[in-house]
């Protein structure tokens, strides 16, 4: 009942430097896309958060980030380099799991930089049978990955120890708008809270209830700035007994009220 418009779901390359300008939270807290995305980072570093596990990045790394895998990107002003959006399309042959890629290769670092300025050439231009050669461009891009994770030399390995860590932030991502808390969590994952919390900080540097709280967080902004939804309405949406524990909730996190937090935002 929340998505009032649904627009297709299509190719898009953004610089860095212009998706920073959208706003910092909504790239620094806990999202998802129902888009693949690809960020390929060309000078500058930060840290990004996957599935719940964060890692650094420096020049020449390439993120893969599956539809529907939630991510928190940091993009300090030095950072360049481009986002690739990719629709769920099951035929271009993109992973299932999320990589991290340093590429030291500089005939591969070409090579990917080229087929993202095709696709924002064909993007810009609108020509006839576009969308073919956007498939084909994207498809030249997972043969890419493909190459990329064959070479082995660059790839950075998940450890056996995230993997609960992973798996907390899949069923996360598919529940949080129940209500459900960590304990809850935990017993689908058999293993107890605070064993969760404690594998959730080593991975990320926070604990289970902060990754869940933020999720939460991300999508009551997301709703109260893309949507007409009331605060009531979006409270219930998200799992919550009351609009009053919404709110002093959403308060706690943002230190404004949904309201307050919504009236600056549509104004600018």
């Not at 997972?142 to 609960?164: D, F, M, N, P, Y």
């Not at 999720?215 to 949507?227: C, F, G, H, K, P």
């Amino acid at each position: 009942m929340f998505e009032h418009s649904r627009r297709p779901l299509v190719h898009s390359v953004l610089s860095l430097g212009k998706l920073r300008m959208q706003g910092a939270w909504k790239l620094e807290l806990l999202h998802s896309s129902p888009r693949h995305r690809l960020y390929w980072i060309t000078r500058g570093q930060g840290r990004i958060t996957v599935n719940g596990i964060t890692r650094g990045y420096g020049p020449n790394t390439a993120v893969f980030v599956p539809a529907r895998c939630q991510l928190a990107l940091e993009l300090p002003s030095q950072t360049q380099g481009l986002e690739l959006c990719l629709p769920p399309d099951e035929s271009l042959g993109v992973p299932n799991d999320p990589l991290h890629l340093r590429v030291s290769n500089i005939e591969a670092q070409g090579n990917l930089t080229s087929h993202l300025e095709k696709i924002e050439r064909e993007l810009a231009a609108q020509a006839p049978a576009m969308d073919r050669a956007l498939t084909a461009y994207s498809l030249l891009v997972s043969v890419w990955i493909a190459r990329e994770l064959t070479r082995q030399e660059g790839s950075v390995l998940r450890e056996k120890s995230h993997r609960l860590v992973e798996l907390f932030a899949e069923r996360m991502e598919a529940q949080f708008r129940t209500g459900k808390g960590v304990a809850d969590y935990a017993a689908q994952l058999q293993v107890t809270p605070t064993h969760l919390s404690r594998v959730c900080r080593e991975a990320s540097g926070r604990p289970a209830h902060a990754l869940l709280v933020e999720r939460i967080m991300s999508e009551a902004r997301r709703l109260l700035i893309d949507t007409d939804m009331p605060a009531r309405e979006i409270a219930e949406h998200l799992g919550f007994s009351s609009a009053a524990y919404f709110t002093r909730a959403f308060s706690q996190a943002t230190g404004q009220t949904p309201s307050e937090f919504r009236t600056p935002a549509r104004r600018a």
